[in-house]
């Protein structure tokens, strides 16, 4: 059974950094392309981050561009998402996701997500 | 970049009738790469359809979707007490898999 955990959110004050983690099982994590997708409370889905199986291809949102980094450690099946200089608007809950095949973004695993607030 | 637009934003029935969401892109998308999600309160979407009109595992065949280049729609046929949710759509034709705003299916 796939699973992906997201762990990492919590409160913090603009400006500030954070790094979340999200660790699969159930599949062959280094067969896959993973992804971050966030919702902001009461609004829709937005897209974040990508990073290709073997990190050769990396992608993101012009709204985190420059200020988020992620990467991947196939060997501890994990994922990450290091955000800095927050900013009020990145309250989300982030959501790690699993494509369904290779590199693309058609998504047939998630996570529960991690809720990030930013706030002072 | 493809913008998804998706209407209404609102949808009222009740359970029994059919429902149709519509999602329209900015751009034609490449090769019907084209997905709907369903979203419940406090859980994460589900993979409803993809490829337009392919049924995810499990998924029941009261939901069927169609529609190619920029002009898509989800429809169930006969809505179930379960069904009601946002449905998202989402193009996923590039690294970056940018979503339609969303349609709340509420119970009228």
């Known amino acids: 059974e796939v699973q992906l955990v997201e762990s990492g959110g919590g409160l913090v004050q603009p400006g500030r950094s954070l790094r979340l983690s999200c660790t699969a099982s159930g599949f062959t994590f280094d067969d896959y392309a993973m992804h971050w997708v966030r919702q902001a409370p009461g609004k829709g889905l937005e897209w974040v981050s990508g990073i290709s199986w073997n990190s050769g291809r990396i992608g993101y949102a012009d709204s985190v561009k420059g200020r988020f980094y992620i990467s991947r450690d196939n060997a501890k099946n994990s994922l990450y998402l290091q955000m800095n200089s927050l900013r009020d608007e990145d309250t989300a809950l982030y959501y790690c996701?699993?494509?369904?095949?290779?590199?693309?973004?058609?998504?047939?695993?998630w996570g529960q997500g991690t809720q990030v607030t930013v706030s002072s | 970049e493809i913008v998804l637009t998706q209407s209404p934003g609102t949808l009222s029935l009740s359970p029994g009738e059919r429902a149709t969401l519509s999602c329209r892109a900015s751009?034609?998308?490449?090769?019907?790469?084209l997905a709907w999600y369903q979203q419940k309160p406090g859980q994460a979407p589900r993979l409803l359809i993809y490829a337009a009109s392919i049924r995810a595992t499990g998924i029941p065949d009261r939901f069927s979707g169609s529609g190619s280049g920029t002009d898509f729609t989800l429809t169930i046929s006969r809505l179930e007490p379960e069904d009601f949710a946002v449905y998202y759509c989402?193009?996923?034709?590039?690294?970056?898999?940018?979503f339609g705003q969303g349609t709340k299916l509420e119970i009228k």
């Open positions: 989402q193009q996923y034709g590039s690294f970056q898999g940018t």
């Open positions: 996701a699993k494509p369904s095949y290779g590199d693309n973004t058609l998504f047939d695993h």
């Open positions: 751009q034609s998308v490449s090769s019907s790469y």
